[in-house]
């Protein structure tokens, strides 16, 4: 019988070291603290069990599904092991009546006739949620120098100081997911090894380097189009292009690169984006020079061209790493066309690069993209297309398979009415 532990957490002030919440419990009698990390801003859990290798997949499921964390004090591979036990047993499809049946091919003739697919969107949203929410119940403790005291443990000192900062004097121990953990190691992967961006010219020095919550550049299409779009005429002295919400800095490095722009001024609000693009802009060594700044869309001054790539999908981000993804009431999508028109140098052109994603999703229509446009003060000075060819456009199997392989990724040139 496993033994619970109830856990209780604590608020941190701002002013705290990294990570908000501390959790306290006690364990064979001994009390323990540790600060309680989730880049998704989940809450701790109110109880936890001690579990190791001796749990029973279907126990560990059946507590994982009530709320109840596990936290691992067996092996670590078997912990690893665990979770992907989890994982099956949520993604075992059940047994379906007859009526069932019989219901799930109506509701599959019905998407065939042309039902918006939104409210598909949204029911795989929230199943995706509940499977990230279970999935997370499986807990590694770490020291206060990041170190893992379980047998067959990696080393993930350096890439959790990436994450979460640097262990420094007065650190205290944390505990986090290992699905949390095994992202924290992938991004450090992500980080070492690079993204290769053709559009930035010959290997080997064409690589951006994404940092951990930031949107790695995987998806070339959009990346293309800003490196072949035609530039506009400028009339001035001086070529300046702005990139708004610069992410990792590729978008400023592929407009740097080219021969007819002067300077990049790039922005963002995210800390860690910030970081992130002046690494990659310093490391690339571009022909011509960078300026990244903290700004909330647009910085001072004019332009000739403004890039901007926002999150496509209008819908609330269920974590601060869905932020590059869902744009909540279009809020960025929106500041920047309402701005574009005052910072666009005579001549100038604005570049919103948008997917209609969103639109296949029937989460939001042309007509109401365009009346943006208008509502604005731009107009439409042409629009390129590209065709994605990420794996989920051909994987019949995803749930939004219908509209993924409609999708089509757009560079909009828009221009002052």
Known sequence: MPTFFSVTAVTLPETAAPGSTLIEWKEAGVAHSALWRSERGAPPPRRIVEADDTMAADTAYRLACEGTGLLWRGDFQNARQ???????????????SKLARVKLKKDADAAVSGVPAGQDFHLHRQAQSQRARVLAMVLIEFGADYGIEL???PDAKQACAEAWGPAG?????????????MGVISAHEWRKKGVEIPALGKAPNNRIHPHYAVFSPVRGEYVD????APLPASPGAKFVAFDIGTGTGV?????????EVDQVVATDLDPRALECARENIY???LPNPVKVMHADLYPEGLASVIVCNPPWLPARP???????????????????LNGLAAHLAPGGEGWLILSNFAEQLGLRTRAELLAAFKAAGLKVLGRIDAKPDHPKATDTGN???KARAAEVTSLWRLGAA
């Open 283 to 285: 490391r690339l060594r």
């Open 169 to 181: 004097e007065g650190a205290q121990p944390s505990v986090a997911s290992l699905r949390e953990l």
């Open 225 to 228: 189009l800003v490196a072949n």
């Open 318 to 336: 269920g974590s601060p790493l869905e932020g590059a993804v869902y744009d909540e009431g279009s809020r960025m999508l929106l500041g920047f």
């Open 151 to 153: 047998r067959r443990a």
């Open 82 to 96: 665990m979770v992907q036990a989890l994982a099956r047993r949520i993604d075992k499809p059940p047994k379906a």
């Open 251 to 259: 978008l400023s490095a592929v407009l740097a690169i080219r021969p």
């Open 399 to 401: 749930p939004l398979h």
